[in-house]
Nanobody, 115 residues
Framework: QVQLVESGGGLVQPGGSLRLSCAAS????????MGWYRQVPGKQRELVAA???????NYADSVKGRFTISRDNAKNTVYLQMNSLKPEDTAVYYC?????????WGQGTQVTVSS
């Protein structure tokens, strides 16, 4: 079992930046991949970015060049640096840890991009 706690969300103006953090209760090296997803009301949760235990990353086309996912294995934490934010990035952002058939989610953190 693992607990994932997200932080760093909030209200930001278009063009601004935020950094989300996901702190895990225990080593994140036991998971094949860690990821960030987002969801808006009435829509399915979508993958934003993911990073494997080996450090490989992948991003949704909509965030490529603007968002960066990273991990600090010593701190058991995964980050999502979000730059050049747009109103359409507004969503609840969730952290995910998965390995094999196991998948765990955090409680989510709200990101609102608005002037």
């Amino acid at each position: 079992q693992v607990q994932l706690v997200e932080s760093g969300g909030g209200l930001v103006q278009p063009g601004g930046s935020l950094r989300l953090s996901c702190a895990a209760s225990g080593s994140i090296l036991r998971f094949n991949a860690m990821g960030w997803y987002r969801q808006v009301p009435g829509k399915q949760r979508e993958l934003v970015a993911a990073i494997t235990s080996g450090g490989s990353t992948n991003y949704a086309d909509s965030v490529k060049g603007r968002f960066t996912i990273s991990r600090d294995n010593a701190k058991n934490t995964v980050y999502l640096q979000m730059n050049s934010l747009k109103p359409e990035d507004t969503a609840v952002y969730y952290c995910n840890a998965r390995t094999g058939s196991f998948s765990a989610w955090g409680q989510g953190t709200q990101v609102t991009v608005s002037s």
